[in-house]
């Protein structure tokens, strides 16, 4: 059964810091890693989707990592600002393709 | 609207009553998912239907909950009875075969 974790579970940075949040997955036999973010009170946001075959994905100031031979995913957000704060969620999909999730990053960007 | 869309946005219900709970895919999307997500707890997956095949229901977390999905368009969360514990975030999302998952804004479910 995958299993996914998230490390650090709480972060706080001042504004303009780059940082760098990571998930872990037990079972290397992913079909894709999703980033999500989640603000107070509202649904999830895709921000990035990487493929099994691929190692990284990039969106504007976000950059995903795949490294599924250990395992482990990164996502790198550059030049923080106080509206990147959110809770982080990555979760990967297995061959049946519904998503295991990890309890998140709660991360807060200081003005 | 281009995103998925989910009734209820909120649903207050005394125990032992039964719920149902509507999502609308983004058109196209062949692929349906139903998460919870319970307070202070991660998301877990309850129910995927993927195009004209048997559902996979293997995170339903018992026979009180149940789902249906008209050919590739709506679909309907139904929990019976419904019990204290239920109470939750339920999510759904929809996505192309395989592809990145889009989530609706959850319908939130308190049993009193």
């Known amino acids: 059964k995958q299993e996914v974790t998230q490390i650090p579970a709480a972060l706080s940075v001042p504004e303009g810091e780059n940082l760098v949040l990571n998930c872990s997955f037990t079972?290397?036999?992913?079909?894709?890693l999703q980033w999500f973010r989640q603000d107070p009170g509202k649904g999830l946001t895709s921000l990035l989707l990487?493929?099994?075959?691929?190692r990284e994905q990039t969106s504007g100031r976000l950059n995903a990592s795949l490294d599924k031979s250990s395992g482990r995913s990164t996502l790198y957000i550059a030049a923080s600002q106080p509206g990147d704060s959110a809770t982080y969620l990555c979760a990967a999909s297995g061959s049946a393709r519904q998503l295991t999730f990890g309890s998140g990053t709660q991360l807060t960007v200081l003005p | 609207g281009a995103g998925v869309s989910q009734s209820p946005s909120n649903k207050v219900t005394e125990k032992g009553k039964d719920v149902e709970l509507r999502c609308d895919p983004i058109?196209?999307?062949?692929?349906l998912y139903w998460y919870r997500q319970r307070l202070g707890q991660g998301l877990e997956f309850l129910i995927y239907?993927?195009?004209?095949?048997?559902?996979?229901k293997s995170g339903l977390p018992s026979d009180r909950f149940s789902a249906e999905r008209t050919g590739e368009s709506v679909s309907t969360l139904t929990i019976q009875r419904t019990q204290q514990e239920d109470s939750a975030v339920y999510l759904c999302a929809s996505s192309l075969m395989g592809s990145e998952q889009f989530f609706g804004p959850g319908t939130r479910l308190t049993v009193l």
């Open positions: 239907f993927q195009g004209n095949s048997a559902p996979d």
């Open positions: 990487i493929q099994s075959s691929q």
């Open positions: 058109s196209g999307h062949t692929a």
């Open positions: 079972d290397s036999a992913i079909y894709n």
